[in-house]
């Protein structure tokens, strides 16, 4: 399916921005470029965009103070970071920040055109009143799940968890936002509770051909089972 969207990206690397607006431009998408964080907020306010691609490494305001302007601000744009940090504690902060994806530079610009038009399909999948992924959707008006149109039972927290790793599909979700996903948790749930819930959890969706792992040192991933190659 063709994604048509608005990129804003910010990179101050001449070269690099130059080459990355070029790839992301062939694909038809109409591409803003600037070198600096210090605007982005401004322009995210005044346009509309489906999507920021922030490296995190810029002059002036970095791009985490520049992503926790953005959010400040209530924009949800999904955002997707450019770093030369492959420190595990730089991935989490991004994430745990309000990005949704990252790639580690250099990268190669097909990877960067896939997860671009991956995070604004999730996006404009999100902006109804339901969200799916494989043959698992939510009906979050109705507050019900199905399987294969099929209804499934959830728990009050388990429809909270679900509904925000759904959200958040195939991009990697810290345990502490998991902690945060429902106003009702109690203060300081711990660590074993958000672990027995997403262990129900698997144990629902894997009939929807989905899966939900663990990535070590990050969080949680939900993503749909790959077909085997043969």
């Not at 005044?46 to 305001?61: N, P, S, T, V």
């Not at 998991?178 to 959890?201: K, M, P, T």
């Amino acid at each position: 399916m063709l994604i048509t969207m608005r990129i804003l990206l910010v990179e101050d690397d001449e070269f690099l921005a130059e080459s990355t607006a070029r790839a992301l431009r062939s694909q038809s998408w109409v591409v803003d470029v600037t070198g600096r964080g210090e605007p982005v907020p401004l322009s995210l306010r005044e346009d509309r965009y489906d999507l920021l691609i922030l490296d995190i490494g810029l002059a002036g305001i970095d791009g985490f103070e520049t992503l926790r302007r953005v959010r400040a601000q209530g924009s949800t744009v999904p955002v997707l970071l450019l770093t030369a940090r492959d420190a595990v504690e730089d991935r989490v902060r991004g994430l745990e920040g309000g990005a949704d994806d990252y790639l580690v530079k250099p990268f190669a610009l097909s990877e960067l055109i896939a997860r671009a038009r991956a995070l604004v399909r999730r996006s404009q999948a999100r902006s109804g009143n339901e969200l799916q992924l494989g043959s698992l959707r939510m009906d979050l008006e109705a507050r019900r799940a199905f399987v294969s149109d099929e209804p499934l039972a959830l728990s009050a927290r388990e429809w909270d968890v679900l509904g925000f790793l759904l959200a958040r599909a195939g991009k990697v979700v810290a345990k502490e936002q998991i902690g945060s996903a429902s106003n009702g948790w109690e203060q300081g749930v711990s660590d074993n509770a958000i672990e027995v819930c997403v262990s129900r959890l698997r144990a629902k969706i894997e009939p929807a051909g989905l899966q939900l792992r663990t990535v070590r040192g990050l969080g949680y991933l939900l993503e749909e089972v790959q077909p085997a190659r043969r």
